[in-house]
């Protein structure tokens, strides 16, 4: 771009540097869907979902927990935190600790434990390969996982895309992604979820690591992806994009500072919860009508899962607004007709029938 | 001069007492255009302190009866009584002078005066003191609860607040026939509530109004006695209260309209679903007017856009198709297929494929002075399939040829004048100036603003089909019953934004207009 063009579009804010986020209408369109969802179990921060031989499970801080069983019945348990977790063919899983271990829990390679590679420090998701292998998606080659917030404040795009083979060989397909944060293996190319480009890219397995976006400009972050039978894909979308976030990443100046001297938890940044403290930045206030709560700030959480179409354009989505409990999901599956979702931020999972309810 | 014959009048259900000598009168009153009748033997009286509602379709000749009766226009045959006496109405001024005065469809104010010198015009004096006349058209304004600012220039008031200029002046004339064109068309309902009243205030005084309007649910409340006409001739005369919205339609186009105008809801089996995102608008300002809206648009459907006069619906739409800018800090983006756009002038939206389809037909939408020919041509010089730089006569008249067909646009030969066709037929050619631009996202404001039932439905069916084509078209319109029935998807503006999305099968009249008023 002409660098004078460029000069005068940022103190007009306009262009590239215009501070706009994306409407939440058409496939968007707001409703009440997550919150209408029965839980099926509260547990510490639910993250990530996956389908085993023991059914619907998820990661639980250190454990994995079984989604139909009202008090989730751990199944394993580790000693450090889970990061990212998937159901492999053969009914085990495959589980990624916040240190970079992976281990295999149930089916073949069960009770087998990949070492840490130290290029592959903040594992965020998995996913089998259809040759076996086991694809990772690396959030941030600084940041581990749980300081996803630090990754966006920095503004990093350092995340990348890695595949280890049956015999532990890793190679990187991949590299400068922006926060991968879900994977999904598609005919000869994977198409990753890049949080801070609010965006799906598609990478073409090969030397060169070729990359096309798939699906752009998205009102929220998004995490995990999955696919279900009917070949629609589901995808998390952890919080939502606001102005003030988008302004505040565009201010070096007071985004230093404010990682500096403030703690993580208050910044003006997205999280999983807000509302829960008077400490938090601008989201102390708003009015209730008609029953629904009207934040008189743009909420910083949000509940949200979309529903694509196979070429992963936007049919249909689930919310849970400023005033629900549903909020932070990370995680989403369609089993048996049923959606599953895990809302991080309200430490709960629920799910409900779904028959192409539509926004 | 030999007494004309007595009138035929084909239903005539509460003809006035003998005693009761009508206020004005016509009589075997006929036109002709270049040879073409556009009024036919018409017969018609008008009653003291009535409300008067004359119904038709486009080119049935309500605007060549009221043009007769203003002085815009002289009758080819029949005469004209008032109060009895014969008249002749040689101009508007005389007609003024008589007491009858004109409240048009498409404003006729001097965009560039106040809305007090527009008021007095044409009285003023050797000296004029600014100040008194603003202080005095303020009281005036005030006492017919019109919110007009008297020292506005007129060109930046919206439709709404020019037409109650338009009606205060003629009120101000203490005219003793009153005839309003479409007077409602651009208000809102508080707005028509306010008209209404002020309506019956004039009745009281005994002041006879002619009410020409498309809106037959207005014509049936507000007025005491309808007339309907019929390619030219007069088909009947009765008191409102016997008719109802079906017999109307029935009289006005010869067969039942309602289903195929606004059949559509509930009948969610037609609903298109969206395509390919074509437009996104996010967090688009400017001024006061639009501030901060933020809603897509996608391919394959009809989106409506409901909202009230002043929602900010017609700005947006502006600012999106290049007609006017966003606000130069911080405006907001507009994004077409995903790629950041900011159009200087219209011309670039059209090369981009984005056409806007004005509501101010006569102001914005044609040229009047030009052939239908030449309309049509002037699109499409204009859009991206153009490439020579000479007009091409044969062109021009194969595209003419070629929209006239399509549109069933209703005209001796391309050579006509627009100004010349009726409103509906004025719109079909704004149309084919649009589409003959090739757009992938069109928007339509208003497209059925002052146009009849006949039409309407042509327009309607004209708006679908291009949506089943794959073109992403935009529908702007304060008429719930043509959102509800038109639109695969409904957008409700308020207060220069979009504050509701609601799929046809949630939509109602109730939960739209709850959207757009609260």
Known sequence: MNPLKKAVDSWFGRGEASITIPPMDGAFRPNDLLDLAPSNLEAPAPDCLAVTSHGVIVSSDRSLLRVDKPDGAEIA???????????????????????????????????????????????????????????????????????????????????????????????????????????????????????????????????????????????????????????????????????LVEFVLSEDGYRGRMIREIDADYWVAPCLRSGATPLEPTQQGGVKQLGVLKPWSPSRSYGLVARLDPAFRPIASLHSRANGRRHGVTSCLMVDKRLFFAAKGDGIVASRTYEGLVS | MTEPPLPETPLLAETPPLSETPLLEMRRVSKEYRGVAALKNIDFQLRRGEVHAIVGENGAGKSTLVKILSGVV???????????????????????????????????????????????????????????????????????????????????????????????????????????????????????????????????????????????????????????????????????????????????VGRSLSDELYGRPGDNSRVRPPGEKVLSVQNLSMQNVVQNTSFSIFAGQVTGVFGLVGSGRTETARIIAGVVKRDLFHGGDVRLNGKSVRYRTPRDAVVDGVVYVTEDRKGDGFFETMSVAENVYMGHISSPKSHGAVASMSEMKALAAEWTNKLNIKTLNSDARVIELSGGNQQKVVIAKALVQAPKLIIFDEPTRGVDVGAIAEIHNMIGSLADEGLAVVVISSYLPEILSLSDRILVSRQGRIVEELSPEEATSESVMFAAVH
Not at chain 1, 107 to 132: F, K, M, Q, Y
Not at chain 1, 181 to 189: D, K, Q
Not at chain 1, 211 to 225: C, H, I, Q, T
């Open chain 1, 77 to 243: 348990s580790f000693d450090m935190a889970i990061s990212a977790l998937t159901g492999l063919p053969d009914g085990g899983a495959a589980v990624g600790l916040i240190d970079g271990r992976i281990v295999f829990v149930g089916g073949e390679r069960g009770g087998t434990t990949l070492a840490r590679n130290p290029e592959v420090a903040c594992i965020t998701a998995l996913a089998p390969a259809s040759d076996g292998a086991l694809l990772i998606a690396n959030g941030s080659a600084t940041n581990g996982p749980a300081a996803w917030k630090r990754d966006l404040m920095e503004k990093n795009a350092s995340g990348s895309v890695w595949r280890i083979d049956r015999q532990g060989r890793a190679s990187c397909l991949a590299g400068d992604l922006a926060y991968p944060y879900g994977l999904l293996e598609e005919a000869g190319s994977i198409v990753v979820s890049e949080s801070w480009r609010c965006a799906l890219t598609r990478i073409f397995s090969g030397a060169d690591g070729r990359k096309e976006p798939v699906l752009e400009n998205l009102p929220a972050y998004p995490s995990r992806l999955s696919r279900a039978d009917d070949k629609t894909i589901w995808l998390a979308l952890f919080a939502p994009r606001s102005q």
């Open chain 2, 74 to 252: 002289a009758p080819s045959a029949g005469e004209i009584l008032l109060a009895g006496d014969r008249i002749q109405i040689a101009g508007p001024a005389l007609a003024r002078r008589y007491g009858i005065a004109m409240v048009y469809q498409e404003t006729s104010l001097v965009p560039t005066l106040t809305v007090a010198q527009n008021l007095y015009l044409g009285d003023e004096k050797f000296y004029n003191r600014l100040r008194g006349t603003y202080i005095e058209a303020q009281q005036f304004l005030q006492s017919l609860n019109f919110p007009v600012d008297p020292t506005a220039t007129v060109q930046s008031l919206g439709t709404a607040k020019r037409q109650m200029v338009e009606i205060a002046r003629a009120v101000r004339l203490n005219a003793k026939v009153i005839i309003f064109d479409e007077p409602t068309a651009t208000l809102t309902p508080e707005e028509k509530h306010h008209l209404f009243t002020l309506i019956d205030r004039l009745r009281e005084e005994q002041v006879s109004i002619i009410f020409i309007s498309h809106a037959l649910e207005e014509a049936l409340d507000i007025s005491d006695r309808i007339t309907v006409l019929r390619d030219g001739a007069h088909i009947v005369t009765a008191d409102a209260k016997t008719f109802s919205r079906e017999t109307l339609i029935r009289h006005m």
